[in-house]
């Protein structure tokens, strides 16, 4: 396992904090990868989705990655 006295990574426990804020790109996201798994085609896929969130994620977690390499 992990040593205690290692550091956090800090964006690793921002995005945690962050992913809340993001519910409903994520489920947006969830959805699309739901009705993409009933597609034969292989034609969808939920790229745009994924995206969203984590674009949602960044800027949440940017400005505060910002705050603690101050």
Do not use: I, M
Request: with cysteine; charged share 35%; net charge neutral.
């Amino acid at each position: 396992g992990r040593a205690d006295n290692e550091p956090v990574d800090p964006k690793n426990y921002l995005e945690e904090r962050c992913k809340p804020q993001c519910v409903k790109s994520l489920y947006d996201y969830e959805r699309c990868v739901k009705r993409v798994e009933n597609d034969e085609t292989g034609q969808k896929h939920c790229t745009g989705q994924f995206f969203d969130y984590w674009s949602c994620v960044d800027k949440c977690v940017a400005p505060k990655l910002f705050e603690k390499l101050k």
